[in-house]
Structure formats: C-alpha cells, structure tokens
Nanobody
Framework: QLQLAESGGDLVQPGGSLRLSCAAS????????MSWVRQTSGEDLEWISS????????TYSDSVKGRFTISRDNAKNMVYLQMASLKFDDTAVYFC????????????????????WGQGTQVTVSS
C-alpha cells in the first residue's frame, strides 16, 4: 500500500531554514519522480519542486528557485526539501507526492490533492 509521510515542519522566523523529510513506501521508489507540493490556508495547491528517480534531474518553481533544494536517498526511500531564506509566503502545509508531472517533464496533469499524499507537514513563517 502506497504511503507517504512528511515531517520536519515547524514555526520559523523569516530568513530561517528548515529541512522537510518524506518517507515513502508501497511503490517502486527508485524509479519514481518525487515532488513537493504545498497548500496554503486558502487551500490553493502549488507545485514547488521535483526530482527524478535516480536523482539526476531536479526542477523548481520560480517562487522557490535558489532558496529550496530537493534531494533523495533511494537506499532509505526518503525525499527531502531543504528550505532556506524562508519568507512569510512560504507558510503552508507541505506534501510529497509520487504522481505529479512537473512542468516540462511530460503531459501536464491537474494538480489534485490525493489521500496518498499523507497528512503533510505544517511550515509557518512568522516573526
């Protein structure tokens, strides 16, 4: 059974850093493009980053490029999001997903939150 479990969210001041983690199980993790998606309090979903199965390719939204870094450890079935220079606008619930097609990597798909994405982890940027 597919499971994704996010962790690492916290309350952080503007300019601060956080590292989010996602534990994956129940599917062939090593070949799956993994992504991070966030949901604001208004419930809008925003794709922010993806990493290819072998970790060779990464892509970021303009809103986080240069501040966030996605990585993965296929030996541990883990994907990470290192977040730096956090801004108020980064406040959201962050989800990892194995079924998102990032821009330019294939046929665009509607971004729809699924139960398989797990509970997410809350990141709050506040002074």
């Amino acid at each position: 059974q597919l499971q994704l479990a996010e962790s690492g969210g916290d309350l952080v001041q503007p300019g601060g850093s956080l590292r989010l983690s996602c534990a994956a199980s129940g599917f062939n993790f090593n070949t799956a493009t993994m992504s991070w998606v966030r949901q604001t309090s208004g419930e809008d979903l925003e794709w922010i980053s993806s990493i290819s199965g072998e970790g060779r390719y990464t892509t970021y939204s303009d809103s986080v490029k240069g501040r966030f870094t996605i990585s993965r450890d296929n030996a541990k079935n883990m994907v990470y999001l290192q977040m730096a220079s956090l801004k108020f606008d980064d406040t959201a619930v962050y989800f990892c997903a194995n079924d998102v097609v990032p821009p330019g990597w294939g046929t665009p798909q509607p971004l729809i939150k699924k139960d398989s994405w797990g509970q997410g982890t809350q990141v709050t940027v506040s002074s």
